[in-house]
């Protein structure tokens, strides 16, 4: 299927080896991207709090270049998703649109609202199929024990995300079992990673981070896996930080949901960017690999 | 219809341990989980503590959480219930989150009310009063309404993932109260209450935006919606010596110049100063040495349009505003006003 990529601010500064892991396992599944080199920023909600209508122009700007190729986007960041699907719903609003339209106008852009937003996860299980996904699996993930971390903005608020698929909330566990590893439930999958407040008070999203990851330790995990490079940069990036606020020994590595597919598929911790992690992923796959 | 109720107790008074305890009742199949623990009172153990009044979710004691969700008990089904968790036709009660038990599923209410009280939850009009009564334009009052529909039962603050690290945080409930009377006609001491609410340890800058008491609100107050227009409105009004002004204030200077984001200048640009820098030191070089931060931030090919747009947006924006805030940008009619509102499918 062809879909206009929108890979995110992260992908394409912070978290390199996310932006390589995706173009890697695209192809065997399927999806053909046609990237937006030239949508802007989503604004993170950030911009929406500051200014709804500046939001909602730059993303309706990048929804009408989708709704141009007749594609639709898909993101690999849960809140770029969260935030497009935010905008989009209230760009349904014809009057309101016009008004966006307007800002567009002179670069010759017009959304009739028409653009659906998918997150890469939600792609797999829905449009891909997960018995294809599986169909792919060269080097199953059996015996690791694979701790889902979501990002609020797949999951919340229902009325947002839940497109009649109230289900969503269980991708991860599900694509997981796919790929041959075991989900670890734990409470601390659906929360908060901490990163919206890490500017502004950095102890209480430090203690975010670092009580799920502890949660998700204390049930087994061997390692986490997010469909959002935000919280990567927080549950990975600083993880060590996150360890010292809260007075407990962590280390657990955090894989990217593409780097984690890419290892089912047989691609190589190289391959996927995993020198890139703070938290060196190499020891807990290396015990994995003997094991396989 | 059998349900079995696994119940978290605790009895600190007598026991500083919890434990779980199941019963196994027949309820109506139109029963609540209340309706299931009462019984379960009526029938089989007396000394479980249940909290509820009306019955029917209109005076907030009921609250609770069922299989890890943050709700009210006369208002969740036990069939709803069993379909949703689903575990071998069991359902797992435990009181309201972020808050104290004091027996069973009673938890102390004293902080939160205590936090409500704090953002002075009455009218506080400036001037001489009128003759007859206030008088209000029937579009200011419907503004408002939604969030008067508050029943103070404390779902959003036991869901709150701000308040699990930080009590300080003023919580959902008490900052939507103090949205509700900013906004309202009436009420002389907007600038107060903002300025209050952007310096007060536990304000509104430490909200996570993790969506949770806009998901299990009964009444549909959208707590974090109102937090967000705080902030907004306090920015507009000046408020902006703190770091989420300043980091507010850098997203959009990055985007408006690259037409993305430049995530290390945002990070240096939102702390209060040097001392603050300090502490991103280490994350900042060890991200360095992975890689992790570009060397050059390239603007996007369009970004000049971006730039005007960002400019025309804003002179709207600036035109449209009441009292210059930006929040008359959006219409309040328009569905989803606030980034996570708004049913309508994205697709
Ligand atoms: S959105 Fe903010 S106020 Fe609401 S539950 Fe999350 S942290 Fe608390
Ligand atoms: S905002 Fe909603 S969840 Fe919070 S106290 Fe009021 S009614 Fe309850
Ligand atoms: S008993 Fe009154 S709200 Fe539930």
Not at chain 1, 235 to 241: A, I, K, M, P, S
Not at chain 2, 154 to 167: I, R
Request: aromatic share 6%.
């Amino acid at each position: 299927m062809d879909v206009a990529y929108y890979p995110g601010c992260v992908a394409k500064g912070g978290a390199p080896e996310l932006y390589r892991s995706v173009k890697l396992i695209l192809e065997p599944l399927g999806i053909r991207p046609t990237e937006l080199f030239d949508a802007a920023c989503t604004g993170a909600g950030v911009l929406t709090e500051r200014n709804p209508l500046l939001a909602d122009a730059l993303n309706g700007r990048t929804f009408a270049m989708a709704e141009r190729k007749g594609m639709p986007i898909m993101t690999i960041c849960s809140t770029c998703t969260g935030t497009m699907l935010a905008c989009n719903a209230r760009l349904q609003d014809g009057g309101y649109r016009a008004r966006v339209n307007e800002l567009l106008a002179p670069e010759k852009y017009e959304y009739q609202g028409g653009t659906a937003i998918k997150h890469l996860l939600w792609m797999l299980v829905e449009d891909v199929g997960l018995e294809r996904v599986g169909g792919l699996v060269r080097r199953p993930l059996e015996g690791l024990r694979v701790a889902p971390f979501y990002g609020c903005y797949l999951v919340r608020p229902s009325a947002l995300v839940d497109e009649g698929r109230p289900d969503r909330e269980r991708y991860l566990e599900r694509l997981i079992e796919t790929l041959g590893g075991q989900a670890v439930e734990y409470e601390g999958a659906r929360k908060c990673c901490g990163f919206p407040v890490i500017t502004m008070n950095r102890t209480n999203g430090l203690k975010m981070t670092g009580r799920n990851i502890a949660d998700a330790k204390e049930h087994g995990a061997d390692i986490m896996v997010t469909p959002c490079p935000l919280c990567h940069l927080n549950l990975d990036g600083q993880q060590e930080e996150a360890a010292r606020a809260l007075g407990v020994p962590l280390g657990v590595p955090i894989l990217h949901l593409p780097q984690l597919i890419g290892l089912a598929f047989g691609f190589t911790p190289s391959q996927l960017g995993m020198s890139h992690h703070l938290v060196r992923p190499g020891a807990v796959l290396a015990r994995y690999a003997q094991a396989v | 219809m059998d349900v079995t109720l696994s119940v978290q107790r605790h009895n600190p008074d007598a026991n500083p341990a919890t434990w779980w305890q199941d019963y196994t009742v027949t309820v109506p199949d139109h029963a609540t989980v209340l309706d299931a623990l009462l019984a379960v009172r009526d029938e089989q153990d007396e000394s479980l503590t249940v909290r509820c009044s009306c019955r029917s979710h209109i005076c907030g004691s009921c609250v609770m959480r069922i299989d890890g969700r943050s709700a009210l008990g006369c208002k969740t089904k036990v069939a709803e219930a069993l379909r949703r968790g689903g575990a071998e036709g069991r359902v797992r009660v435990q009181p309201a989150g972020n808050m104290a038990v004091l027996k069973d599923l009673a938890v102390d209410l004293e902080g939160f009310f205590g936090k409500v009280r704090a953002v002075q939850p009455w009218l506080q009009p400036v001037g001489p009063e009128p003759e007859r009564e206030y008088l209000v334009p029937n579009e200011a009052m419907l503004r408002v309404r939604d969030a008067m529909a508050c029943i103070l039962c404390g779902a959003c603050v036991s869901a709150c993932n701000s308040l699990e690290v930080d009590d300080r945080f003023l919580g959902p409930a008490a900052l939507a109260k103090a949205w509700r009377f900013t906004e309202d006609p009436r009420d002389g001491h907007d600038r107060d209450r903002l300025e209050f609410l952007s310096s007060v340890p536990g304000g509104i800058w430490d909200c996570t935006h993790c969506f949770a008491c806009v998901e299990v609100c009964p009444k549909d107050v959208k707590p974090m919606e109102r937090i967000i227009e705080l902030r907004r409105r306090a920015m507009d009004a000046g408020f902006t010596d703190n770091n989420g002004a300043r980091h507010s204030q850098a997203f959009r200077d990055t985007i408006a110049h690259s037409g993305w984001l430049d995530e290390t200048k945002v990070a240096v640009r939102s702390v209060r100063g040097p001392d603050e820098l300090l502490d991103w030191v280490g994350v900042g070089a060890r991200s360095f040495l992975r890689g992790k931060v570009p060397l050059r931030h390239k603007a996007i090919p369009g970004a000049l349009r971006v730039t005007a747009i960002v400019s025309a947006a804003e002179r709207t924006a600036a035109g449209s505003a009441r009292g210059g805030a930006a929040a008359g940008a959006a219409p309040h009619g328009a569905p989803g006003h606030g980034p996570g509102s708004g049913g309508g499918s994205g697709a």
